[in-house]
Nanobody
């Protein structure tokens, strides 16, 4: 059974940094894209960033580019999201997802496995 487990969320102040991790287990295929999404209260789940097995990346426009960095360590089956210069509008539950294929996509339907989410709260 495929499992994605996020960790690293918490309560921080504006301008602080956090690093989220997503540990994947249970997949028999090794090459697949992974992504981070986030969902703020009352809003739709939105794409944050994605990374392929080889490390190619895709970021959402404007909102996080330049502040967030996505990466993965294939030897550990773990993906990361380094978040710097956090803003109150970054407050959300952050979800890890893995895709059926090793293709970059910002569309939720491209990802068939999801973690339970980790809360990130940024105070002003």
């Amino acid at each position: 059974q495929v499992q994605l487990v996020e960790s690293g969320g918490g309560l921080v102040q504006a301008g602080d940094s956090l690093r989220l991790s997503c540990a994947a287990s249970g997949r028999t295929d090794s090459r697949y894209a992974m992504a981070w999404f986030r969902q703020a209260p009352g809003k739709e789940r939105e794409f944050v960033a994605a990374v392929t097995y080889s490390g190619r990346t895709l970021y959402s426009v404007d909102s996080v580019k330049g502040r967030f960095t996505i990466s993965r360590d294939n030897t550990k089956s773990t993906m990361y999201l380094q978040m710097n210069s956090l803003k109150p509008e970054d407050t959300a539950v952050y979800y890890c997802a893995s895709g059926q294929f090793d293709l970059l996509s910002s569309n939720k339907v491209s990802y068939n496995y999801w973690g339970q989410g980790t809360q990130v709260t940024v105070s002003s």
